[in-house]
């Protein structure tokens, strides 16, 4: 190396270094007015994402099928016909057949409109009716959430906050998170052409509100508080503390977060 | 003559190019990944504001109870009082912003799905805590306010 060093080579080096180093700022200030180009965002909101954990509870003996919080959600979101980020199921159980002994015997799902309109009388008649009941379903706010790990351009993340969302910006469409998510929350948005999932009302509990389907449930079946800002006599925190809590599907490794509580064997 | 560069043109070539073509990535990545990418985590952090840049569409029982003290404090009385205003007078974040749009009267008549019927139609699935009716022989008139005050369930009109 230092045989072919020379006076002119090393003035060479040395210059390139100096335009370099005069042309960082220049580049700086050209990558900053790149990237206000492509920016949308408005200001920040004074929120710190750190400072907050949220979590639902949802309780099976409450929810009267209304269908209330579907409607609420809907609107809220603008979320096109036909699709749905917060759902009602109606399990229906039948009695054993007679001299069975078997303790249930077959269970009906549905949820007609994801329950937006209420539920018609079901098709099964009283009398065979073992046990029936509703259970609200939306994202389970998974900690170890595989519709994130699918992602193939970092479009959804799991907010510190607790809240998994879709930066509908990046998202390409590609429908892997849709197909990965065990509960079924996701779904393509034929509007914006982008993943679209239940973001708890983000818009909403940023603002200090409840997420709409919670504020509007009338027989408190829905409840939403902040682990980490727990209110005098949290609601969220008497409902773990009052009740026997479950998770759906916590064989998947998936790490629900959102709770149950009266939740049957059938609901999966 | 330092001796790589003695090395055949046409590996040089190619050297040169994969610099180049290494050098226009991280030159782009450079300039065209936003400056929040990675504030939190792998994503772009100003996705958050975005998201919850959106306007409410539910004003929430706050904002109502902030005016109508009245009504709210003999809601808390009854039974309704886990409701929100919102859910049986529908959405007030119009009215909310301004109160001159006043929200449209609830039509008492409607024996449909869009009122009480809506939570008390008795079906084998709802919870027993809930007060059920068969709406088509419970009822002796045609409105349910006839006999019941929603705002005050326990209490019978006068």
């Not at chain 1, 909101?45 to 949220?54: E, S, T």
């Not at chain 2, 073509?21 to 504030?39: D, E, N």
């Not at chain 2, 929200?103 to 007060?131: I, Q």
Request: net charge positive; aromatic share 8%.
């Amino acid at each position: 190396m230092s045989e072919n060093m020379t006076r002119r080579g090393a003035i060479k080096g040395l210059a390139g270094i100096v335009g370099g180093l005069l042309a960082l700022p220049a580049a700086r200030t050209c990558k900053a007015a790149v990237q206000n180009g492509l920016a949308s965002s408005p200001a920040p909101a004074g929120y710190d994402p750190f400072k907050h954990k949220w979590l639902m509870a949802l309780d099976v003996d409450r929810c009267i099928g209304c269908g209330l919080c579907v409607e609420a959600c809907c609107q809220e979101n603008s979320v096109p016909e036909g699709h749905w980020r917060t759902w009602i199921e109606r399990y229906v159980i039948t009695k054993p057949k007679a001299e069975s002994g078997d303790t249930r015997g077959e269970t009906f799902v549905d949820s007609p409109e994801a329950g937006r309109n209420g539920f018609p009388e079901s098709l099964i008649p009283k009398e065979e009716i073992l046990k029936s009941f509703f259970v609200p379903k939306l994202c389970n706010l998974c900690e170890h959430s595989p519709c994130t790990q699918v992602c193939p351009v970092g479009a959804t993340f799991d907010a510190p906050d607790g809240a998994v969302l879709v930066d509908k910006n990046y998202c390409i469409g590609c429908g892997f998170c849709v197909q990965a998510c065990p509960y079924g929350c996701r779904f393509l948005n034929p509007v914006t052409h982008t993943a679209d999932k239940c973001t708890l009302c983000y818009h909403r509990i940023t603002r200090g509100l409840k997420p709409a389907c919670v504020e509007i449930c009338p027989s408190q079946a829905r409840i939403f508080g902040d682990r980490m800002n727990p209110v005098a006599e949290d609601p969220l925190e008497r409902f773990i503390a009052n009740n026997k809590v479950e998770k759906l599907k916590q064989s998947l490794g998936t790490g629900p977060r959102v709770v149950y509580a009266g939740l049957d064997e059938e609901v999966r | 003559m330092p001796r790589f560069l003695k090395m055949p043109p046409q590996i040089i070539r190619l050297v040169l190019l994969t610099i180049g073509i290494v050098c226009a990535y991280f030159t782009a990545r450079y300039f065209l990944t936003p400056q929040s990418f990675g504030q939190y985590g792998h994503y772009r952090g100003d996705a958050l504001q975005e998201i919850a840049a959106r306007q409410p569409f539910w004003a929430g029982k706050a904002a109502c109870v902030e005016c109508h003290t009245d009504h709210a404090e003999k809601l808390a009385k009854g039974e309704h009082k886990t409701l929100s205003c919102e859910t049986c007078h529908g959405p007030g974040e119009a009215h909310v912003k301004n109160p001159a749009e006043k929200l449209p009267k609830l039509d008492m008549t409607k024996l449909d799905m869009s009122l009480c019927v809506r939570c008390h139609a008795a079906s084998p699935s709802k919870p027993k805590w809930l007060h059920q009716i068969n709406p088509h022989n419970h009822y002796t008139g045609n409105v349910c306010t006839e006999c019941h005050v929603p705002h005050q369930p326990n209490e019978v009109p006068p």
